[in-house]
């Protein structure tokens, strides 16, 4: 489903992404753990076609990604969920979720997508009405997540959504991300060394200083004495 | 001496009121595209001048008929000019100060063409009402009540706009967040262009209304724009709310120190009343970040 071929990236003279190729099957959830500041963000931006790369070529369904207007490649089906999540902060919860369906094809699936995003996160159903700025993070976080899915993702890149959560929280998130890839979106998620996310995880890629120094299914990670020491620091 | 008071207070209210619509039409401007229009005051010259054609050009011409031509030509015309001027100078760098530059002499250039065709001589538009009405010993222009009502309209109907439509909504969340925006996939440079129409037709009525008040003159928009400035800067760059409550408190500000200490004293007290609302609240009454 989604293609990324020899990705170089730059921001001003440095390069942040250096030759990156990796696949993403649709259906599956994947995962890219690395340290914080080793080009994790960009990179996912780069697929979301918000950073034009310097060279290199990511393709979603078989299309240059950034051949496209970012509305176009949002109207595809690939949806970048922010690590700051990028809400609007006066509007109500429900007005932040109807504003991610913009694009045509998901404005005629409206009604569909917010059942299922309140049934997955039946919280925000409760709250509505509520203001966006008055949310905690761990609603917040639901509410992005929600707004991408009611753009009628096909395909979700999700950017450290467990950052500044509390581990019992972030279980949870985790769970419901699961729950959004059983439901037959694909799933890109980029986190730093989190043991737990593992438990969903298809394929793990682990990026470092803007190359990718691993790559294995789950069962390699975890059979894989030595990555799992070095990677997740647990025995 | 009552009777009088009122009446100033009813006269600051229906100037308030057309203040009112240009201010929130600049600081919508503002809050959603970060861009000022420095030929916003241009702009009502442009409505006022386009009302004093139609009723010269035709006899039978009547303010509903006006308002129905002006507000899809002003809306074109905005459009037009966001996609001449703002939009290809947002792809380069340094482009805030280049767009002042660029509205600045589109100002200078819209009232020189208004010099141009129309000539220096004032003009002066029908009222809107004729006659006065009394209410106790307070007596009122039909005028100044219809300009009311109608201002009235125009800022509940954009408020009813921003809040409940889905295009309104949107105009809001570029405003809020425009990377969060961009992330929906929002056409941004699509409502970018709306909000400049919406702003440049607000302009026109604006001006219109005026008009019926004051002469046209082809510089006379640069008064207004000031006044807008002010107002904007008072109520909070980017808050519509703001803008009202800027606009109907310098307004009745204006209608006061008219009537006590003469018509020049207004951008003094204007200029005080900024200052002191800025030193306290440097964002102005309602300026968001």
């Known amino acids: 489903m989604l293609k990324v071929d020899n990705l170089d990236t730059f921001y001003g003279e440095l390069q942040v992404i250096r030759n990156i190729s990796l696949t993403v099957e649709t259906g599956d959830l994947v995962v890219m753990l690395g340290p914080n500041g080793h080009g994790k963000s960009t990179l996912l931006k780069a697929i979301c076609g918000l950073i034009k790369p310097k060279a290199g070529k990511v393709e979603f369904g078989g299309e240059d990604v950034h051949s496209f207007s970012i509305e176009k490649i949002v109207e595809k089906g690939l949806v970048y969920i922010p690590e700051d999540r990028r809400l609007f902060p006066q509007m109500t919860i429900k007005e932040n979720l109807l504003l991610g369906a913009y694009n045509p094809i998901a404005r005629k699936e409206r009604e569909k997508n917010l059942e299922f995003v309140y049934q997955l996160f039946p919280k925000l159903k409760k709250m509505y009405a509520r203001t966006v700025a008055t949310l905690s993070g761990g609603e917040a976080r639901m509410v992005a997540v929600g707004r991408g899915l009611m753009a009628s993702a096909k395909f979700l890149a999700i950017d450290e959504p467990s950052l500044g959560l509390a581990p019992n929280l972030r279980t949870e998130l985790f769970d419901k991300i699961h729950q959004i890839n059983k439901a037959g979106i694909t799933v890109l998620l980029v986190e730093q060394c989190v043991t737990e996310v593992l438990d969903y995880a298809d394929r793990v890629y682990v990026i470092e200083d803007g190359r990718i120094v691993y790559n294995g299914n789950k069962e390699e990670v975890l059979n894989d004495k030595d990555v799992k020491k070095a990677l997740l620091g647990i025995e | ?289």
């Open chain 2, 1 to 289: 001496m009552f009777n009088q008071l009122i009446s100033i207070f009813a006269n600051g209210i229906t100037i308030s009121s057309t203040y009112a619509i240009v201010a929130i039409g600049l600081s919508l401007v503002y809050g959603v595209s970060k861009t000022f229009n420095y030929a916003y005051g241009s702009f009502a010259t442009v409505g006022a001048y386009i009302t004093w054609l139609l009723f010269s050009m035709f006899d039978w011409m009547n303010y509903p008929v006006a308002i129905m031509v002006m507000i899809p030509f002003m809306f074109l015309f905005g459009i037009a000019i966001e996609w001449l001027i703002p939009r290809p100078l947002r792809k380069n760098e340094n482009w805030e100060i280049t767009t002042v530059v660029a509205t600045l002499g589109l100002g200078v250039l819209l009232a020189n063409l208004v010099l141009f065709l129309f000539g220096p001589y004032t003009k002066a538009l029908p009222e809107l009402g004729g006659g006065t009405v009394s209410i106790g010993h307070v007596q009122l222009d039909w005028n100044r009540i219809v300009i009311l009502i109608l201002a009235i309209l125009i800022v509940v109907g954009l408020k009813l706009f921003l809040k409940k439509t889905y295009i309104g909504m949107s105009m809001r969340a570029v405003a809020q967040d425009i990377e969060g925006a961009r992330v929906v996939g929002m056409k941004i440079n699509h409502i970018f262009a709306l909000t400049f129409g919406i702003s440049t037709v607000l302009a026109g009525l604006c001006g219109m209304l005026l008009g019926t008040i004051y002469f046209l003159t082809p510089s006379g928009g640069w008064e207004i724009f000031i006044k807008a400035f002010v107002i904007v800067a008072l109520g909070g760059a980017g808050s519509i709310d703001g803008a009202l409550y800027a606009a109907f408190i310098l307004g009745i500000t204006e209608s006061f120190v008219q009537f006590t200490l003469g018509p020049i004293w207004v951008m003094p007290f204007w200029f005080i009343f900024l200052m002191a609302v800025l030193i306290f609240k440097p964002r102005g009454l309602l300026g968001i970040r």
